[in-house]
């Protein structure tokens, strides 16, 4: 008996010693990420949630005022002319471009469809086409007096349109941008998302009858809401720190005539960067990632609402 | 620098001109300066013969291109005096330079020995830099009006200007010729609107007589100028904004009398001014700084021999004839462990040879008095022989020390969208400039 339990007494601390790592190892592995967010992302996090508590301009030492820079914030008109060019540019932008997105998916997804490479890397060429080439295409085409789209519109008669100077016209031609832009980055996350679908679904469907419509709504739209979700809320965050598009456009982080491209990124980027206001542009920072964490939290619910 | 519009003066005006800047600044003060800055640093002499530093090292320059090449010619004869020292010049971008800078100001390390910023943005660095009042005073005289004293604030001398800004008003003399514009008849703004009208009639509006943007503050700040404001947006000693004061009332009223007027092209956007001022559309270039003949020569050479350059016109009659933008300086932050050796780097780059291969390599008006005195008895071709240089040495002249406050491009953003309001009539003009006073005082917290 005792020579029975000997060997197992003689393991035992292995066992303690596997049983330990065990439990540890799934921490070690994931540590990395975590020691990284925690240096570069957290602590800055909270960095700039102490800096908005200061006066901190340039190179003069800084001054701890409280909650001033937020009291100053809530009553400068350029927050709230740039919440609503933001708002107006989310709108205008990001449903349009999830409705495009899925379209172009679900044709590219098509058993059938040849050049679905082809179609899928021109439809991703925005994406990566530098910033100042687009800016530079967009001021050509959208020139007052020489631009390519005063020139058509000349043909039905209509008058030369200051696109970029008049402050509808500028959030339009900003949207306009955008459209061409991420359609084709949201098309591949809309992509990614259809060929996870298991086939099987629609050849059952087939089997019973459903047409290609039916097998849309009833089959691919409810599989696809989690990433219709997902892609809707990274728009939503893309769009309120959305910089290089109105910045190239209009000629700087100002927006532009009558501030109509003033979005909630250039205006943080303005105050920080330019103006070199510290501790205001932190209390920018948050100010916005409060209306994003708001909005992102409503198309949840809303989502999970609609998935129940 | 501000008068086009506001994309252009934001955009290619201001590429163009710090392209056109290209080398240098740093001439002048040239010893001891440093012996007060740095740590067991040498007293130099004056003119520039200052002891080597007992250490070597690397002497960093930061700038951006168009305001290096000075420092770049001058590295050979730098290093006759140092030659343990490496000189390493960083051509960065405009905004990167200034960032940059920043960053390592509040960092507490990585910035340059010598850097460039644009004299606008002084104010924002000058608790990290280094007060050369000791070092370049001696100088003072090298440099023409009223160049030195950009680089002061509050008493004390931070940085030396690479090139000198006097506005004046660009036009084509063909076309005012054509509509029987006389340049003796334009003798304020008001005379400029009115004679708008001549050339929409004889064009039936095919041409402008010349291009605003509304939401630039260009021509408000030569207004300024005009009116006695040489802090442009705030008064002298930086303590009260000056945006909506009567005098400054009058001269917005003249604004928007050009605005109004008959011949204007309204807004243009981007490159539109370059091609519109190419193909004969716009007749007159207010906002005329004396880096802007860059733009003629490399983008319009075909025109040579049409351009003039007069005066920009007055507010009222027999007023100041004046306007002044804003020249890059070189600075050195107090960072630097090798502040005079960097002292001598700038002197020699920005006085003497050093000014003089600046220029050479971007022809952008020198802050170099002897060169300037050179330059201006040679007429220019492509001005049909005018004496330019002689011109903005008269303008530079009679513009009274300039000085950029803190806060400057702030209050810069805010009049531009209040002046557009108003400009655009949606704002009468005393209540929309002091909309703007209220929005720059509570932002800037100045009276």
Known sequence: MATSVQPAQAWQPLVRRRHWWSTLAPYVFIAPFYLIFLAFGLLPILFSLIVSLYDWRGTAPSTFVGLQNYQILFQDPALYKALWNTVYVWIGSVPPIILMALTFAVLLNAQRQRLRSLLRTIYFLPVVTSLVITGLIFGHLFSRSYGLVNGLLAHVGVAPINWLAEPAWMKLVLIVALLWRWTGNDMVIMLAGLQSIPPDIYEAAQVDGATAVQAFWRITLPLMRPVILFDAIISTIGTFNLFAEPFVLFGGPGGGMAQAGLLTGTLLYQNSFVYFKFGYGAAIAWVVAAIIITLSMIQLRLGNREAD | ?447
């Open chain 2, 1 to 447: 620098m501000k008068q086009m519009t506001d994309r252009v003066d934001a955009g290619l005006n201001r590429l163009s001109r710090r392209q056109f800047l290209q080398a240098a600044l740093v001439t002048s003060v040239s010893a001891g300066l440093l012996a007060a800055c740095s740590t067991g640093a040498a007293p130099a002499t004056s003119g520039g013969a200052a002891a080597p530093a007992a250490q070597g090292g690397t002497i960093t320059v930061w700038g951006w291109a168009g305001t290096i090449e000075g420092v770049q010619s001058q590295i050979a004869a730098f290093n006759k005096t140092y030659p343990d020292f490496k000189v390493d010049v960083k051509a960065l971008g405009y905004e990167d330079v200034h960032t940059n800078l920043l960053n390592s100001i509040v960092a507490g390390s990585g910035a340059p020995d010598i850097c460039a910023i644009d004299v606008l943005r002084l104010t924002q660095y000058i608790d990290g830099l280094v007060d050369l009042s000791d070092l370049a005073k001696q100088y003072k005289d090298q440099f023409v009006p009223p160049t030195f004293d950009l680089g002061s604030y509050k008493g004390k001398f931070y940085g030396l200007a690479t090139d000198s800004e006097p506005m004046g008003v660009f036009y084509r003399k063909d076309l005012w010729d054509q509509y029987g514009i006389k340049e003796e008849d334009i003798n304020t703004w008001s005379d400029l609107a009115t004679a708008g009208a001549k050339v929409n009639e004889a064009s039936q509006g095919a041409v402008a007589l010349y291009h605003m943007n509304s939401n630039t503050t260009g021509l408000f700040e030569v207004l300024a100028v005009e009116q006695g404001f040489s802090g442009y947006f705030f008064n002298t000693d930086d303590t009260k904004v000056i945006v909506d004061d009567p005098k400054m009332i009058e001269a917005v009223t003249a604004l928007k009398q050009l605005w109004d007027g008959k011949s204007v092209q309204r807004d243009p956007q981007g490159d539109e001014v370059t091609t519109l001022l190419k193909n004969g559309k716009i007749a007159t270039q207010l906002i005329g700084p004396a880096w802007y003949p860059m733009t003629f020569t490399g983008q319009m050479p075909e025109l040579a021999g049409k351009w003039r350059l007069m005066r920009a016109p007055a507010v009222t009659k027999g007023g100041p004839r004046i306007g002044y933008q804003y020249p890059t300086i070189f600075v050195i932050p107090q960072q630097s462990p090798a502040k005079e050796t960097a002292w001598e780097l700038a002197r020699l780059s920005l006085l003497g040879d050093g000014a003089r291969a600046l220029y050479e390599k971007t022809k952008v008006l020198p802050a170099y008095k002897p060169l300037l005195d050179e330059l201006k008895t040679k007429p220019d071709p492509y001005f049909g022989n005018q004496n330019i240089y002689e011109l903005w040495q008269a303008i530079g002249n009679d513009t009274p020390p300039i000085f950029f406050g803190v806060g400057f491009t702030e209050a810069q953003a805010i009049l531009g969208n209040h002046l557009q309001a108003i400009l655009r009539g949606e704002t009468p003009i005393d209540a929309g400039l002091q909309a703007a006073g209220a929005e720059i005082r509570s932002k800037l917290k100045k009276g």
